[in-house]
């Protein structure tokens, strides 16, 4: 198919799994386990279904004749109506009773919630499988100091393992909203034209019990607890939007990684893998671009922006429903999953392979703490009995003399200046004491190890089959 445009979601970046979760095949076969599930209630609730129908729709689940579906929906330009059809050339003595008393969006929302479901499952291993990778890079590096930032301005020093935990958390958080979601999950049920299930009403002769336990068996039958308690003819498509939001969520948390590492990488503290015969560019061959992380930001900026579609349609409904909702949305929500999916795969290969470069980080550490170490020599100078003020002023004149020294590009020679002056009373040895970059990170090391043993690894021992998983990245 080298004619035609070939999504790049599916032949770049996402993995064959999530491709399979939102194929044609998938799709199809989810409608006709949604009609075998209503036929199967249905009869359990007296309707004139044979057990014999029932089978045979049961034994062409998996056949999908697809030539057949194009052929009905070119006439009927109407996609379920063709694929009922179809299913019902298979099915002959069943073909009376497929979709009794349903609409459309019975199959359609039905299975749209059934799928993402799915898709939410295998996001939520990847999302383990980056946390796991990150809380171990987390505790290797907890207690290598590193200059922070704030602005992108040198700042106090944190460590790279303290770092690390500021990404892992907002991977947890994005954890805690999509497990909220999938425990919440419902399906749209079993609600008829306009979400009165008046069609069922007439069915059951006016039994309102029976219309509403069809609903509920309908859905357990799907393997699911819950339907919306109303609906129009589809469940509201707000509901879209908050399903979506959990993407958008671990789309920002990745966008900010990559945003991280890719300064980190121009500082030369840390880079993404990069492998023995990789070109960084085809012009510089000596180039090293952080090509991963910035294909992870393309696609983040994708998921994020794609979610003001769902917003914009849920906003855009009228009444009990309108189609215009529904192109839209066989684009948007597949492609946020599989853009997402893309994402996490990205994730866990660059966090698997993160390269550390103490010298830089120490050598950049070593730039700036001098200046940060000022008050605390001088409090130490003062305790051997030198004078505050006057010592003072000698600090104020060295730091600007080594800060205009650093700016032409030379060493920070403060610390130097500082123990030849006999004012201090403070040997080399003694200055080094002082600037031992551990001393000036706080709680960093202790906030890791805490954060790690009480928050993360609970969460990866509740997921622990999960986080073993294999997954396709």
């Known amino acids: 198919m080298r004619d035609t445009y070939q999504n790049p979601l599916i032949t770049r970046y996402a993995s064959k799994e999530m491709a399979q979760i939102f194929s044609d095949d998938e799709k199809f076969k989810t409608w006709r386990r949604l009609w075998v599930a209503l036929a199967k209630s249905e009869k359990e609730l007296g309707l004139n279904i044979t057990d014999e129908q029932i089978k045979e729709m049961e034994e062409n689940i998996d056949n999908i004749n697809y030539e057949d579906a194009e052929k009905f929906e070119r006439e009927f330009r109407h996609d379920v109506m063709a694929h009922i059809h179809a299913y019902g050339l298979l099915c002959p003595k069943a073909k009376p009773i497929i979709h009794l008393g349903a609409t459309s969006a019975f199959v359609d929302d039905n299975t749209d919630i059934i799928l993402m479901d799915k898709a939410f499952k295998l996001i939520e291993k990847?999302?383990?499988?980056?946390?796991?990778?990150?809380?171990?890079?987390?505790?290797?590096?907890?207690?290598?100091?590193?200059?922070?930032?704030?602005?992108?301005?040198?700042?106090?020093?944190?460590?790279?393992?303290?770092?690390?935990?500021?990404?892992?958390?907002?991977?947890?958080?994005?954890?805690?909203?999509?497990?909220?979601?999938?425990?919440?999950?419902?399906?749209?049920?079993v609600k008829g034209t306009t979400g009165t299930q008046a069609s069922f009403m007439e069915l059951f002769g006016g039994d309102e019990e029976k219309v509403k336990e069809l609903d509920r068996l309908v859905v357990e039958k799907m393997g699911?607890?819950?339907?919306?308690?109303?609906?129009?003819?589809?469940?509201?498509?707000?509901?879209?939007?908050?399903?979506?939001?959990?993407?958008?969520?671990?789309?920002?948390?990745?966008?900010?990684?990559?945003?991280?590492?890719?300064?980190?990488?121009?500082?030369?503290e840390i880079e993404e893998p990069f492998e023995e015969k990789q070109i960084g560019s085809s012009a510089m061959a000596y180039k090293r671009n952080p090509m991963r992380s910035e294909r992870m930001a393309a696609l983040s900026r994708y998921v994020i922006v794609t979610l003001l579609n769902a917003s914009i349609t849920s906003s855009a409904q009228w009444f009990e429903r309108t189609l215009d909702d529904s192109a839209n949305r066989r684009i948007v929500i597949p492609e946020m999953f599989l853009a997402t999916d893309a994402i996490l795969n990205l994730y866990i290969n660059i966090a698997s392979g993160l390269k550390v470069n103490k010298k830089v980080i120490e050598k950049n550490v070593m730039t700036e703490l001098p200046f940060m170490a000022t008050e605390k020599i001088l409090m130490e100078a003062v305790l051997k009995g030198g004078d505050r003020q006057e010592l003072h002023e000698a600090i104020r004149v060295y730091s600007l003399k080594a800060a205009e020294e650093v700016k032409n590009g030379e060493e920070n020679r403060l610390l130097d200046y500082i123990?030849?002056?006999?004012?201090?009373?403070?040997?080399?040895?003694?200055?080094?004491?002082?600037?031992?970059?551990?001393?000036?990170?706080?709680?960093a090391v202790s906030q890791t190890e805490e954060y790690i043993k009480e928050i993360v690894n609970p969460i990866l021992a509740d997921f622990k089959e999960d986080v073993e998983a294999k997954v396709e990245v």
């Open 224 to 268: 699911y607890k819950k339907s919306f308690p109303v609906t129009g003819q589809t469940y509201t498509r707000k509901y879209d939007f908050m399903l979506l939001s959990v993407l958008s969520g671990i789309a920002q948390s990745a966008h900010k990684f990559s945003n991280d590492l890719r300064l980190l990488q121009h500082l030369r």
């Open 126 to 189: 990847k999302l383990l499988k980056v946390i796991k990778v990150l809380s171990e890079f987390a505790l290797k590096y907890k207690d290598l100091p590193t200059l922070g930032y704030t602005h992108f301005q040198p700042a106090q020093l944190t460590t790279v393992g303290k770092r690390a935990c500021l990404w892992i958390q907002d991977l947890i958080l994005d954890l805690q909203d999509l497990r909220y979601r999938r425990e919440n999950i419902m399906l749209r049920g």
């Open 419 to 443: 123990q030849n002056d006999q004012r201090f009373k403070l040997s080399q040895e003694e200055i080094k004491e002082l600037v031992d970059p551990i001393k000036f990170t706080g709680r």
